[in-house]
């Protein structure tokens, strides 16, 4: 009996065998993917997709590579956009600053040459021309930054790390910021924003979800000197206004009234509140209304400037502004302070160059 038992056993096994084997056999010949699988299909893109691929594909041949060699050789690159059908390019004062020649690569890979038309380093603008015509130039669609709104999309077009053509997106996070530039200037309503802006991407479009210009990208926050989610742009509403001085006359007024003044950290040291005149320069605006600078012999401070038309200024950047304000060839009010006495000071405003 214990014969047969065995017998059986070893009957059932060889048939649990089989049957095993037998399913790993079909499972390896049927379910294996040992040829290229079957595409599942996708649908449509998501209507988001849609916006930021269109918009792209809209804007891009806007968008051009800008490639600089200075006068010691060295070389760099930025980003720009078309401006107008003659050939006029926009992008930073930075990246064609101390440029000795200029060359543009355009949307269909041809680098041509560039001369600078103007700059407008209080603005970190700057707009070059190529040297020849090209029938298809895109001029990009122009918007407005009035009324922009902290969490609206935005898309950045540029060249970052000398990757050209690279769209980047992410939010308006916030607004009226304010960007030091050239000569201790600020460039004000400066737009901030979360889209990845590396180096390379100075100059480049700023757009809405329209696919307008909304700002030029011109700096990054960042300790590393890579986009850390802190990027800056100067409002189309200041580049729509800047841009057509800068081809008809290659320069934007700088208002001012001819004076030179103490730097903030010495002024602050003194615990002087209020721009220190260093010094008035002789024939100015500044002159003709009687403002003193320092008196280096007798070591008097010179007047201090607290106010233009009522309105406290305390840097540079805030008296120019407040001047721009007021507008070249209009006359401002100053509160001065002088000694123990404050002083109530009218002076016209002027272009300083």
């Not at 017998?7 to 095993?20: D, F, G, N, Q, S």
């Not at 050209?164 to 737009?191: H, M």
């Amino acid at each position: 009996m214990g014969g047969r038992y065995a017998k059986y056993a070893i009957i059932w096994a060889l048939l649990l065998l089989t049957v095993y084997l037998g399913d790993r056999l079909i499972r390896d010949v049927w379910l294996t993917a040992n040829e290229p699988r079957a595409i599942t299909a996708r649908g449509a893109l998501a209507e988001f997709e849609q916006t930021a691929v269109a918009l792209f594909q809209e804007a891009s041949p806007s968008v051009v590579y800008l490639f600089t060699e200075g006068a010691n050789g060295a070389g760099g690159a930025g980003s720009g956009f078309v401006w107008d059908r003659v050939g006029h390019v926009v992008t930073n004062f930075h990246v064609v600053e101390d440029a000795r020649q200029i060359a543009v690569r355009l949307d269909d890979g041809e680098a041509v040459r560039a001369r600078l038309v103007g700059v407008a380093p209080d603005f970190d603008l700057a707009v070059v021309r190529l040297d020849e015509n090209r029938a298809n130039l895109k001029p990009i669609p122009v918007g407005t930054s009035a009324d922009l709104k902290v969490g609206q999309a935005v898309y950045a077009i540029g060249n970052p790390f000398g990757l050209s053509r690279t769209l980047t997106t992410g939010i308006i996070s916030a607004l009226n910021r304010r960007l030091p530039t050239a000569r201790s200037r600020e460039v004000s309503g400066v737009i901030q924003t979360d889209a990845a802006i590396n180096p390379g991407n100075s100059g480049g479009p700023l757009l809405d979800s329209a696919g307008r210009l909304i700002g030029v990208n011109t700096a990054i926050l960042s300790e590393s000197g890579s986009s850390a989610g802190i990027g800056f742009a100067v409002p189309v509403d200041v580049v729509n206004e800047v841009v057509p001085r800068l081809i008809r006359d290659g320069r934007v007024p700088r208002p001012g009234i001819g004076i030179s003044v103490v730097d903030e950290e010495t002024a602050a040291r003194s615990s002087v509140a209020g721009l220190v005149i260093a010094e008035v320069q002789p024939g100015s605006a500044a002159a003709r209304a009687g403002l003193r600078g320092i008196d280096r012999p007798s070591r008097r401070i010179g007047d201090v400037i607290t106010h233009v038309d009522g309105k406290p200024v305390r840097t540079i950047a805030e008296f120019a502004h407040a001047l721009g304000i007021v507008g070249i060839g209009k006359e401002a009010t100053l509160t001065v302070r002088r000694g123990g006495e404050t002083l109530s000071v009218k002076v016209t405003v002027v272009d300083i160059g």
